[in-house]
């Protein structure tokens, strides 16, 4: 389902908007990719997630919580928040409608010079793909979230960062 907010265009999708934009267009090859490496934390002694919040947001705030923790949106909805915090790093926040609380959080980094290691986001490697771009999905379910980093391939990659919780 398309909807539009400002002048942007976006797909509904597990109860949480995800932008068309170049950060985002790689929404197809994270599926795949998530159905071929996706690795789910052990449930004895289950590790704590490594990534588990952004400037200070987590899943399951409040949307008066994560606006005062990332200030003022640049674009923002019912659903979704926009933030743009410089020319190399944005983020979207997804709220839940009924409950007013955080669903998910992404984080664009453009260039991927200040994005954070895959390591530090998932505590693993990502895993190659054949055209020199990276991914890896973490399931965390007595945290009750996942989280993933993707890595485009090319000289100026995207890394965009993903948790959100667990339906």
């Known amino acids: 389902m398309l909807h539009k907010l400002g002048s942007r265009v976006y797909f509904k999708l597990n109860k949480a908007l995800l932008p068309v934009c170049a950060c985002v267009c790689l929404c197809a090859s994270v599926v795949t990719a998530a159905a071929q490496t996706t690795k789910t934390a052990g449930s004895k002694g289950e590790e ?29 909805a019912e659903e979704l928040d926009i933030y743009s915090f410089n020319e190399k790093e944005s983020a979207q926040v997804y709220y839940d409608k009924s409950t007013k609380k955080v669903t998910a959080i992404s984080i664009d980094y453009v ?57």
Do not use: H
């Not at 704590?48 to 923002?76: H, N, W």
């Open 111 to 167: 260039g991927a010079t200040t994005a954070p290691e895959c390591k530090k986001v998932t505590g693993t490697e990502a895993d190659a793909r054949a055209d020199g771009s990276k991914f890896k999905m973490v399931r965390y379910p007595k945290y009750g979230y996942w989280v993933s980093y993707n890595r485009t391939a090319g000289s100026s990659p995207i890394v965009t960062v993903t948790m959100q919780k667990m339906q």
């Open 48 to 76: 704590a997630p490594c990534f588990s919040e952004y400037r200070g947001v987590q899943i399951g705030m409040t949307i008066d919580e994560a606006r005062q923790k990332l200030g003022e949106p640049k674009e923002q």
